[in-house]
């Protein structure tokens, strides 16, 4: 049972324009999320982070999007740039549980 | 410099061999967790422990062991009983409620 879902395994955009990935959850208990960017061969590092209780965060071109009635969150890079290029997972934990689930990842490919 | 560090970054098994992978952090942080990441499946969860001398198995563990006998330290047993061996492993740790950092990965392969 995939907890969380990427349903887009692939994006291009051009450079200088937005990118908006999206993900997907089922469990309603979840009530953090998070956003990793990951090159091959190496880990994935954090980009931005949302608790259930905001509906908004942003950090410089990062914005993440939470619509809880949904089960929906999304990612918004603007503006995209080449270096952006990369798989980007989306991941989902419940307060006091430690337990992070990721969905299955999107790859950005920013083209100049 | 503080951070989490996974050894080796390749490892090669031979089929029936068992063989750990170490992972350990200066961060301080109470949990560590194991991935594995196999293509177009996404990192999927094979265990985690929340403090020393505890863990919980997460949802891919048949064919693993780990021990946290110390808070920096978890490191991963990949036995003869793991069908399909071959994979990236990242190891992580967090405190609770924030954001979990990931070490660079082992490519673990059978020959």
């Known amino acids: 049972d995939q907890q969380v879902k990427q349903n887009s395994p692939s994006l291009s955009v051009q450079e200088g324009r937005i990118s908006i990935l999206n993900c997907d959850y089922t469990?309603?208990?979840?009530?953090?999320f998070l956003w990793y960017k990951k090159y091959p061969a190496e880990g994935p590092t954090f980009l931005i982070s949302i608790s259930s209780i905001k509906d908004k965060n942003e950090d410089g071109r990062f914005t993440v999007f939470l619509n809880k009635s949904a089960k929906h969150l999304s990612l918004h890079i603007v503006p995209s740039q080449p270096g952006d290029s990369a798989v980007y997972f989306c991941a989902a934990t419940h307060s006091g549980t430690y337990k992070y689930i990721f969905g299955t990842g999107t790859r950005l490919k920013v083209l100049a | 410099d503080g951070g989490i560090t996974q050894s080796p970054k390749y490892l090669f098994r031979k089929e029936g061999q068992n063989v750990t992978l170490s992972c350990e952090q200066n961060l301080n942080h109470d949990a560590m967790y194991w991935y594995r990441q196999d293509p177009g499946q996404g990192l999927r969860l094979i265990y985690y422990s929340q403090i020393v001398n505890d863990f919980q198995k997460g949802d891919i563990a048949e064919g693993y062991s780990v021990s946290r006998e110390k808070k920096e330290s978890f490191p991963l047993t990949v036995t003869s009983a793991q069908k399909n061996p071959t994979a990236f492993y990242l190891c992580a740790s967090s405190r609770a409620n924030t954001e979990a950092f990931f070490g660079q990965g082992t490519r673990l392969t059978v020959v």
């Open positions: 469990n309603s208990m979840f009530d953090y």
